[in-house]
């Protein structure tokens, strides 16, 4: 038996939000410090860029990983319709208890698409460009124990600002 071939296949979409950078778990003056102008209690809002590749082996019979409509499909489920034109920390039930940061964001993503694919194992990358510099990749799986894990030492007292800032 011969092996098949792997080919990735990227879908791109866009999506308008506001959100709110703020974390119940530190104070106000901390929050301020932490995500700055991010941080305005009416929010701000980005044009996110949203692109989900998957990866698998060609078909022999029908020569695709995956219809691209079904990817299509399924991003409009889990991406255009609990996300577009919605207030994150508001509208997304996942985010009143989640600080609605694009590393979150990036993780709900993919576990919405992981609920409506036919064959999440396919599901290889979610990447998103929340502005022209910054951009998140998730790949699934890779956590930290959290009961071991310290925030404190992600954080650098150099720097106040936010990835959303730019």
Not at 57 to 77: I, R, W
Not at 88 to 115: M, P, R
Request: hydrophobic letters at 30%; a neutral charge; glycine letters at 4%.
């Amino acid at each position: 038996m011969s092996s098949l071939p792997i080919v990735s296949i990227t879908r791109r979409e866009t999506f308008s939000s506001c959100h709110r950078l703020h974390s119940q778990f530190l104070s106000d003056e901390e929050n301020k410090k932490l995500y700055g102008k991010c941080n305005n209690p009416n929010g701000h809002g980005h044009n996110y860029v949203v692109l989900v590749t998957v990866k698998g082996p060609v078909d022999p019979q029908t020569g695709m990983v995956m219809n691209v409509h079904d990817l299509k499909e399924y991003m409009q489920s889990a991406i255009m319709e609990p996300l577009d034109h919605k207030n994150l920390d508001q509208d997304v039930a996942y985010f009143k208890t989640v600080v609605s940061t694009t590393e979150n964001l990036a993780i709900f993503i993919w576990d919405q698409l992981q609920k409506v694919m036919a064959k999440p194992n396919l599901l290889h990358e979610v990447k998103i460009l929340e502005t022209e510099k910054n951009h998140v990749v998730y790949r699934g799986g890779n956590t930290y124990p959290r009961k071991k894990f310290n925030s404190s030492n992600l954080h650098s007292s150099h720097h106040d600002v936010s990835s959303d800032s730019d």
